[in-house]
């Protein structure tokens, strides 16, 4: 005969396993999502070196795949995204200045 506390342990581990299956669900969308990861760069390899394009064209388009993989399977939004871009983009900026400055010498020859 089934007491009350074993009904309790019923339910229980039957709650258990639904988040057994919802953490697996989850581990599983995280390695889809890494694996979609790598197809920006992939993207930059394959039109830089097998299809051998400039980089002023292939970097735009790995840059648009780069967004097109965040916005659809990262769940990011387009202000996220534009935000990042212009964050990225004054920082590289800021990089390349400071080691050229540095190349500079400071007084003439």
Excluded: W
């Amino acid at each position: 005969m089934m007491t009350v506390g074993d009904a309790s342990f019923f339910f229980a581990n039957r709650h258990s396993s639904n988040q057994y299956k919802t953490i697996t669900h989850e581990i599983v969308h995280h390695r889809i999502i890494s694996i979609f990861g790598v197809v920006p760069i992939l993207t930059a390899a394959v039109l830089l070196v097998g299809f051998r394009t400039p980089a002023k064209i292939a970097m735009p388009i790995s840059f648009l795949v780069t967004v097109l993989v965040a916005f659809t399977l990262g769940d990011i939004a387009i202000i996220d995204i534009f935000g990042s871009s212009i964050q990225g983009l004054c920082s590289i900026t800021f990089d390349i200045l400071l080691l050229y400055l540095e190349l500079l010498p400071l007084e003439p020859a």
